[in-house]
């Protein structure tokens, strides 16, 4: 068996609306922490045309109807876990799972009186080892 690095994906750009009642995006991804060895995922974000913060939270998948219900804020009680949940202006930050699940990162802006989009730089990058035996190695470079 060999031990591989993996990245899947390498997301550059988001733009969130500011000021309504949707203003946030989800990228929903995957962690099996069986498969997928020492998982990570990094995100660089920095907010480019405003001083107003936003919000980054990562929450199971299953939450997000609760949390879009509630209109979530870190002054109030969630009723479900928050693996992850920063305000500002710019992050530099890596997640690490301690559990298998189905995860969403949400950037979030309903919480601001800006009333204008904010552009942001966003950066993600998912990590992974994965164990892959020699003969899978083989047919990959024969095909």
């Given at each position: 068996?060999?031990?591989l690095p993996h ?8 733009n969130?609306?500011?000021?309504d ?5 989800i990228?929903?991804?995957g962690v099996?922490l069986?498969?997928?060895?020492d998982?990570?995922l ?11 913060p936003?919000?980054?939270l ?5 939450s997000?109807?609760a949390?879009k219900e509630?209109?979530?804020?870190d002054k109030?009680s969630s009723?479900f876990?928050?693996y992850y949940?920063?305000r500002g202006?710019k992050?530099?930050?890596?997640f ?5 699940d189905?995860?969403a990162?949400?950037?979030n802006n309903?919480?601001s009186d800006?009333k204008?989009i904010?552009?942001l730089?966003?950066t993600?990058?998912h ?5 892959v ?6 047919d990959r470079?024969?095909?």
């Amino acid at each position: 068996m060999k031990v591989l690095p993996h990245v899947i994906r390498n997301i550059n750009e988001f733009n969130i609306p500011a000021g309504d009642l949707y203003g946030y995006a989800i990228l929903y991804f995957g962690v099996n922490l069986i498969l997928m060895f020492d998982y990570r995922l990094s995100f660089d974000i920095e907010v480019k045309n405003s001083d107003e913060p936003i919000q980054v939270l990562i929450i199971s998948r299953k939450s997000v109807p609760a949390w879009k219900e509630k209109n979530f804020t870190d002054k109030q009680s969630s009723g479900f876990e928050v693996y992850y949940n920063n305000r500002g202006i710019k992050f530099n930050d890596v997640f690490r799972p301690s559990v298998s699940d189905a995860y969403a990162f949400i950037l979030n802006n309903r919480v601001s009186d800006f009333k204008e989009i904010k552009a942001l730089e966003v950066t993600l990058n998912h990590n992974w080892q994965q164990e892959v035996k020699e003969s899978q190695l083989k047919d990959r470079v024969g095909n």
